[in-house]
């Protein structure tokens, strides 16, 4: 909140997140990048977190206010995550094998595992 009688403008130092893309991978977009902020208002940032690896991701974003003498710094952690699955079937001679993953298109298989009498 703009606790001043003017505006005031700010900036998300780009910098800030280019800097730091190897911690992020370019998953995180910030909007708006910059803006004014009235007085006794507030303007939200919208933070999209998009996570292309199964990491953890933590790094600063810096938004520069003008006639301030620091940069306001927010700290955005997250964690990319996916959800995996295998099944890992034992042939009736004892192999242990697993099935792959379904293709699409031409390649397209089905295979058909009988779980028996559960």
């Known amino acids: 909140v703009n606790k001043e009688y003017i505006p005031f403008s700010f ?6 997140l ?5 911690d ?3 998953t995180i977009t910030v909007t708006p990048l910059n803006g004014v902020v009235s007085p006794g208002a ?3 940032l919208e933070i999209d977190f998009r996570p292309t690896a199964e990491k ?3 790094l600063n974003l810096v938004c520069r206010v003008r006639r301030k003498q620091r940069p306001i710094t927010l700290n955005i ?3 990319g995550y996916a959800i995996n699955q295998e099944l890992i079937i034992e042939e009736d001679d004892g192999r242990i094998r697993s099935v792959p ?3 699409t298109g031409a390649e397209a298989a089905l295979e ?3 779980f028996g009498q559960l």
């Open 11 to 16: 900036a998300v130092d780009k910098l800030s």
């Open 56 to 58: 953890a991701v933590n």
């Open 112 to 114: 058909r595992v009988s």
């Open 18 to 22: 280019e800097s730091q893309a190897g």
């Open 42 to 44: 507030s303007v939200p």
């Open 24 to 26: 992020a991978d370019g």
């Open 77 to 79: 952690k997250g964690e």
């Open 101 to 103: 993953e379904l293709t």
